[in-house]
Every structure is written in structure tokens, then in C-alpha cells.
């Protein structure tokens, strides 16, 4: 099965990369400004797109404060698939290791959801070096 995995140096420490992954007004700032998280483990999330035409519900399966949050996504946005951030303090800047496992197929639902998944990536990059992210509904038309 195909996993979508990305890599991003980001100069910001790991707590504040961890606080913009793990927390519903981090979130509001990258990802998409219809975020609402409970953040601690077991606590739960729904995060709404374009709309909420599209709407992927999570729990927190995994925090481990500044290093790593993994949720398990619980409805049929991804069915089942797991979505872990993996935060890695190296000198003055931070090592994002993203993964997104569980697609079925390398199909158009796994292309979208990798490009879309670059595109907020780098949003959350954007954020946390100068402030400003580009979370739906400010982002591009893919």
C-alpha cells in the first residue's frame, strides 16, 4: 500500500512546530481555519474544507510533546489511515517527517492528498518562520 511521506527543514523549534501541529489554533494557522482538536491522547478532531464539503475527523492516538502526534482518522475522509507528525530538533531549526499511511491504491485520491498534503506542509513551514501560513479557505486552487 502507498504511503505519502514528506520531509521539511523548519527553521522554528520543535515545541513551537509541535504547538502548530497539535492544537486547534496551530492548526487554524496552516491547515484549515474550520479546525477543532482536543488535544490529549484519546481526545478527538474534526477538521472542515472548502465549505466543510469535505471533512476528515481524527482521534490522538500518539502525543509525545515536542517530538511526535499521530491520529488515526475516523471517517470516511481517509477511512482507517494514520496520520503521524515526527518533529526532530537539529541545531536551530526543526525536522518534520510527515506520514499519511493507509490508502487502499495510488489513485486520484492519493494523488490529491498528496499534493494537497505538500501544499499545507509548506503552509505550516510558511507559518512558523514568518507567521503567516496560506490554511483553506486562503489557499490555492490545486
Not at 491522547?41 to 509525545?64: D, H, Q, S, Y
Not at 499519511?100 to 505550516?124: E, M, N, P
Request: hydrophobic residues 40%; glycine residues 8%.
Amino acid at each position: 500500500m502507498p504511503d505519502i511521506m514528506h520531509s521539511l527543514k523548519i527553521h522554528a523549534p520543535a515545541e513551537k512546530a509541535f504547538q502548530a501541529v497539535s492544537t486547534a489554533h496551530g492548526i487554524r494557522n496552516w491547515w484549515t481555519r474550520d479546525a477543532v482538536l482536543d488535544s490529549e491522547p484519546g481526545g478527538t478532531g474534526e477538521f472542515g474544507f472548502f465549505g466543510r464539503r469535505f471533512v476528515a475527523k481524527v482521534k490522538i492516538v500518539e502525543l509525545n510533546s515536542p517530538t511526535r502526534m499521530t491520529w488515526q482518522v475516523t471517517n470516511a475522509a481517509w477511512p482507517a489511515d494514520t496520520i503521524e507528525f515526527d518533529l526532530n530538533p537539529e541545531d536551530k531549526h526543526t525536522r518534520l517527517v510527515f506520514a499519511h499511511c493507509g490508502f487502499a491504491q495510488a489513485d486520484q485520491r492519493y494523488a490529491s492528498a498528496t499534493t494537497r498534503w505538500g501544499f499545507y506542509l509548506l503552509s505550516l513551514k510558511q507559518y512558523l518562520e514568518t507567521g503567516h501560513g496560506t490554511p483553506n479557505p486562503d489557499d490555492s486552487d490545486l
